[in-house]
């Protein structure tokens, strides 16, 4: 694990403990994923609005936390504002909001949604033939929606190279709606498919690079929790769990042994 | 309507290029020449009513001026959250322009009535709902409206009243203002037929083609009149009862689904929403305040 990612989920951990909010194990599986497009996305955090920026949509918003400590990494906002999430009067919410966060491009929070609208925006790049491009993050769990095959189809036939669907298989579908082999259903559905490790930064930012004629869709497998053991064995109960004092030493100590 | 909606957009587009059209594979045809000028702004996307709000909405948080049109049950009521969330909560805004609303595909059955649209969309922060009800009404609000990043609902009719009424965004009229005890408010093109009921009546007659926002200040001045709501939806009943010391009765729609065909005449007629029913009804009400 690369230590900036590391260090990452050491900021998860202290948020989701400070704040006593946060999807934890979804969060672990999605910070290779973040950290590599923004190592291929153009922004610049000091003027998040830049016009030339390339847009990124966290469809499966419940990843909040894990958004909120890449951003604050890459300088778009004081890491220290973190531990505040889902206070009454903080700016960041346990789902992100577009109008108190820089960097966030879309208010989300309700699945299937956030892929409709990057279908949407990338739409609007092609027709002013800007090299811009779009990128969204949705879940397998978010993919039993039926608004994500739904944008996928019109996303296919409007032919959007410019837009990139990650898909984060961390298997959260397993003990619901099952999908079965996704590589295949996206390449049905009129996507160029790429599958990499979830959890291998270069090979995500190798995957973001690519450019074909057609929606790119990459198939992130990871595992719910990656990086404490404790998570990846139990991701049900600490779906929505934050630790107390004596959970996040454990915890930190299991993320620092690296022992997966 | 729908002619003039597509000759508004068409005379909008030639100092605009950045109005979007999105079919839900509705009115395509009527488009043709929009799709032959602008080809690059022409989409139809299908029966997939959902992502053609997201899709509207993801093109106006790039500043286009996005029209998303197919039929009004589809795109409000099995759209709502997307409609509520992408274009509302997040404030991207766009246009959607309905077809086929309250008994307009009478024929069609219980699937293809719509008469919640104007009430569920108006309880949304920041949504304009417009019922015209003519063709001169669509004109001009759709002109007033269509680029102020502010998410907008149209609803087209098949059957415009042909009536001459003064039209300003958000303005309700009084047709008729005779010192009258009881006060009848209609909507959208529903106003052919009660305009005729109530011609030689003693009632005042307020006409509003903004739902939302409801023109308070006109109500306000009714307020110690008896007044009744005469509608073929919901949403402009709930929108007089928020102004305040209101109360108001209404003639329309009821709590059932309507199991009948036929046209729209045929519909009306059974609501009581023909014009001996509502003459009717006014009458009775007229007698009541005696």
């Known amino acids: 694990m690369k230590s900036i990612c590391k260090n990452i989920r050491r900021q998860i951990l202290h948020g989701a403990k400070e704040s006593g909010h946060g999807h934890i194990p979804t969060c672990f599986s999605i910070v290779e994923i973040l950290w590599a497009v923004y190592q291929v996305l153009r922004y610049d955090p000091h003027n998040p609005l830049w016009p030339e920026r390339d847009l990124f949509i966290l469809s499966k918003g419940h990843g909040a936390l894990a958004h909120y400590c890449v951003l604050a990494q890459l300088g778009y906002f004081d890491p220290g504002k973190i531990t505040t999430m889902g206070l009454f009067e903080s700016d960041l919410g346990c789902h992100a909001d577009r109008f108190k966060v820089p960097g966030i491009e879309a208010s989300t929070g309700s699945l299937g949604h956030g892929i409709g609208l990057a279908v949407g925006m990338a739409l609007a790049l092609k027709i002013e033939e800007s090299d811009r491009r779009v990128v969204t993050l949705i879940g397998d769990g978010e993919a039993n929606e039926g608004s994500v095959w739904e944008a996928l189809l019109v996303a296919s036939n409007l032919q959007l190279p410019n837009m990139t669907v990650i898909y984060d298989d961390n298997r959260s579908h397993s003990r619901g709606l099952q999908i079965v082999d996704p590589a295949e259903k996206l390449l049905a559905f009129g996507c160029d498919v790429t599958e990499v490790d979830g959890h291998d930064t270069e090979a995500l930012i190798e995957a973001n690079k690519y450019r074909g004629e057609r929606v790119h869709a990459i198939i992130a497998h990871t595992r719910k929790g990656y990086g404490c053991p404790t998570f990846m064995e139990n991701p049900y109960e600490w779906h929505r769990r934050s630790p107390n004092e004596n959970e996040y030493r454990s915890l930190l100590e299991e993320l620092d042994a690296e022992t997966v | ?290």
């Open chain 2, 1 to 290: 309507m729908r002619k003039q909606f597509k000759e508004t957009v068409m005379d909008l587009s030639l100092r605009d290029n950045r109005i979007v059209m999105i079919f839900g594979d509705v009115s395509v045809y009527l488009f043709n020449d929009f799709k032959e000028k602008y080809p690059n702004r022409f989409y139809n996307m299908g029966i997939s009513e959902n992502t053609l709000i997201s899709v509207g909405a993801g093109l106006a948080a790039q500043g286009f001026h996005p029209f998303v049109h197919t039929i009004a049950p589809f795109i409000t009521e099995r759209s709502y959250e997307q409609i509520k969330l992408d274009m509302c909560y997040n404030r991207f805004g766009g246009n959607i322009v309905s077809c086929g609303a309250s008994f307009d595909y009478a024929w069609d059955g219980a699937t293809h009535h719509a008469y919640t649209d104007l009430a569920i969309l108006r309880l949304l922060p920041g949504m304009e709902v417009i019922q015209p009800g003519s063709t001169k009404e669509l004109n001009t609000l759709l002109r007033s409206q269509y680029n102020n990043e502010t998410p907008t609902y149209l609803r087209l009719s098949d059957h415009p009243h042909t009536i001459d009424v003064p039209v300003e965004f958000g303005r309700g009229v009084a047709l008729k203002d005779g010192g009258c005890d009881v006060t009848v408010m209609t909507a959208g093109p529903l106003l052919g037929n009660v305009l005729e009921a109530c011609r030689d009546l003693p009632v005042n007659l307020l006409y509003f083609h903004t739902i939302k926002p409801i023109d308070t200040g006109l109500i306000h001045r009714f307020r110690h009149t008896r007044m009744i709501v005469v509608h073929d939806a919901f949403g402009l009943k709930e929108a007089v009862c928020e102004v305040p010391e209101i109360r108001v009765i209404s003639h329309g729609i009821r709590d059932a689904f309507c199991g009948c065909y036929g046209t729209l005449h045929d519909i009306r007629r059974s609501l009581g929403l023909d014009t001996e029913g509502i003459r009717e009804r006014i009458i009775r009400e007229l007698h009541c305040r005696q």
